[in-house]
Nanobody
Framework: QVQLVESGGGLVQPGGSLELSCAAS????????MGWYRQAPGKERELVAQ??????????ESVKDRFTISRLNAINAPNTVYLQMNSLRPEDTAVYYC???????????????WGQGTQVTVSS
């Protein structure tokens, strides 16, 4: 069973920084992409940033030049993704969810997994 475990959320003042991390575990045959979404109260969940297996990245316009996504696929930390968030603004306040797209077997259909979410609050 695939699980995503997130960490790193919290309270930060405007202009501050936070780093989120997400580690995937379980039987994973191939990862297509890993990313971060967020959902603010009363709003729909939106893509924040994504990195593919080929290390291509995409970002929401609102976070470009402030957030950086990176993926670690080292032997001792496989399928781990980070989100470095700088120059945080009150409008970045949301629950941040890690997401992974991939396959559990060579002949399986693709699947999507979600973490439990971590709260990020930007406030003075």
């Amino acid at each position: 069973q695939v699980q995503l475990v997130e960490s790193g959320g919290g309270l930060v003042q405007p202009g501050g920084s936070l780093e989120l991390s997400c580690a995937a575990s379980g039987s994973i045959f191939r990862v297509v992409a890993m990313g971060w979404y967020r959902q603010a109260p009363g709003k729909e969940r939106e893509l924040v940033a994504q990195v593919t297996a080929g290390h291509s990245t995409k970002y929401a316009e609102s976070v470009k030049d402030r957030f950086t996504i990176s993926r670690l696929n080292a032997i001792n930390a496989p399928n781990t993704v980070y989100l470095q968030m700088n120059s945080l603004r009150p409008e970045d306040t949301a629950v941040y969810y890690c997401n992974m797209l991939g396959y559990v077997a060579p002949t399986s259909a693709s699947d999507s997994w979600w973490g439990q979410g971590t709260q990020v609050t930007v406030s003075s």
